[in-house]
């Protein structure tokens, strides 16, 4: 494995929730905070691996805890919203990073396909149920593991998912615009608090994500791809650590990032109706917001 990247400043007593934080861009993300000196909450779905991996950082001096948690499902994702607020008043970054390429079609305990459970409803979840512990902060942040992938993007907002035609590309790809979209959604509507809302785009990665589930000349070719094209996931989470921990960006907010530089996401992400058409449902699906409240 390549060294992992530094992050831009010490994060001495900053406290900070990385999510799908067990493997790929995830791991590397909560290694170079941990020795940035951030006390971490890792975030993962597999108990085994969540554990190991929280006691391998531990083992080397980090403040480190762990939660298992299936964020696809919006139950679990609010009981683990209301957990780390117990335990954590104060929050400086939260970094969504958990998400998935599904390709057959499959529904989370809640009733969500599970493509737009795990990559919307959980950071929106997380996003507007942490807010509290961010704002305590001073100068919480937000970073959102968004993609490229957006701008082949379409919200279908008759069938968000995808019931009637699932493509598990078309699902994740919608999914990557509604997360960039909810992400200028969140930072104009909480301007006036001390949290940065961002995304970024990390690069092809290599890793297994997308591979797994992946069957044919589809697994062939994207498996192919990530042995010729991808970048490393130490070169992948440079971006992400730069938003997370850069004093150049403590005041940058709604803005997409590529390369560690901000960066032009699609027309369609821009579209404010739609943004606000999608805070809603994202409200009313994850129950942060009680139906007789709902607007439409």
């Known amino acids: 494995m390549a060294p992992v990247p530094q992050a831009a400043v010490r994060m001495d007593g900053k406290r900070v929730v990385v999510t799908g934080a067990t493997s790929g861009l995830g791991a590397v993300l909560a290694e170079s905070l941990a020795r940035a000196g951030a006390?971490?909450?890792?975030?993962?779905?597999?108990?085994?691996?969540?554990?190991?991996?929280?006691?391998?950082?531990a083992s080397s001096g980090a403040s480190v805890r762990s939660h298992?948690?299936?964020l696809a499902d919006r139950a679990q994702a609010r009981s683990l919203a209301s957990k780390l607020r117990e335990e954590n008043p104060r929050l400086d970054v939260l970094i969504n990073n958990a998400g998935a390429l599904v390709y057959t079609f499959s529904t989370t305990p809640s009733g969500d396909e599970r493509t737009f459970g795990l990559n919307v409803l959980a950071p929106f979840v997380l996003m507007e149920g942490l807010l509290p512990c961010l704002t305590a902060s001073g100068a919480g942040r937000v970073v959102n593991v968004a993609s490229a992938a957006h701008r082949m993007?379409?919200?279908?907002?008759?069938d968000l998912d995808r019931r009637q035609k699932y493509s598990g590309w078309a699902a994740y790809s919608q999914s990557k615009l509604a997360l960039l979209m909810i992400t200028y959604e969140a930072a104009r509507r909480h301007f006036?608090?001390?949290?940065?809302?961002?995304?970024?785009?990390?690069?092809?990665?290599?890793?297994?994500?997308?591979v797994e589930g992946a069957a044919g000349m589809q697994g062939a070719f994207l498996g192919a791809g990530k042995?010729?094209?991808?970048?490393?996931?130490?070169r992948g989470a440079r971006t992400p650590l730069y938003l997370a921990t850069s004093p150049e960006v403590a005041h940058t907010s709604g803005e997409y990032f590529a390369k560690s530089?901000?960066?032009?996401?699609?027309?369609?992400?821009?579209?404010?109706?739609?943004?606000?058409?999608?805070?809603?449902?994202?409200?009313?699906?994850?129950?942060l917001l009680e139906p007789a409240m709902t607007v439409g």
């Not at 809302?197 to 890793?207: I, K, L, M, T, W």
């Not at 042995?227 to 130490?234: D, H, L």
């Not at 960066?263 to 994202?282: F, Y």
Request: hydrophobic letters at 35%.
């Open 39 to 57: 006390a971490l909450v890792l975030v993962g779905r597999d108990p085994t691996r969540t554990e190991s991996f929280a006691q391998r950082l």
């Open 68 to 70: 298992v948690t299936d």
């Open 261 to 287: 530089r901000p960066h032009p996401s699609s027309a369609a992400s821009h579209d404010r109706e739609a943004a606000k058409r999608l805070w809603e449902i994202c409200e009313r699906r994850s129950g």
């Open 227 to 234: 042995r010729i094209a991808a970048i490393s996931p130490e």
């Open 192 to 210: 006036d608090r001390p949290v940065t809302f961002n995304a970024c785009h990390p690069g092809f990665v290599r890793s297994h994500f997308g």
């Open 153 to 158: 993007g379409t919200l279908n907002f008759g």
